[in-house]
């Protein structure tokens, strides 16, 4: 079975920076990826997502020009680079995988999910 876990959470001032990681086990995979949050209270929103390739990307409003995502597929890992981070982006993040190859911020595409990291921004 695949298995997706996320690394690289914590807590970081306002302005500060932090790099997920989503690495997948079980067998290789070339699924877009997304990257998902869930703020204490609220309902699960789309970050970013990537193709299969590497070649497309997509970004919610709340986090673009600040959060990048790349992959690297030999390593069977998907980052998540976040930059000025605000107190807004505090939540647990998500990635999760599925049998698209072009991704989408609807969580309801996706099939696997790991287990989550907390981010949480604060003075």
């Known amino acids: 079975q695949l298995q997706l876990v996320e690394s690289g959470g914590g807590l970081v001032q306002p302005g500060g920076s932090l790099r997920l990681s989503c690495t997948a086990s079980?067998?290789?995979?070339?699924?877009?990826i997304g990257w998902f949050r869930q703020a204490p209270g609220k309902e699960r929103e789309g970050v970013s997502c990537?193709?299969?390739?590497?070649?497309?990307?997509n970004y919610a409003d709340s986090v673009k020009g600040r959060f990048t995502i790349s992959r690297d597929n030999a390593k069977n890992t998907v980052y998540l680079q976040m930059n000025s981070l605000k107190p807004e982006d505090t939540a647990v993040y998500y990635c999760?995988?599925?049998?698209?190859?072009?991704?989408?911020?609807?969580?309801?595409?996706?099939?696997?999910w790991g287990q989550g990291t907390q981010v949480t921004v604060s003075s």
């Open positions: 079980g067998f290789t995979f070339y699924s877009a």
């Open positions: 999760a995988a599925g049998t698209r190859r072009i991704g989408t911020l609807n969580p309801g595409a996706y099939d696997y």
């Open positions: 990537i193709s299969s390739s590497g070649g497309s990307t």
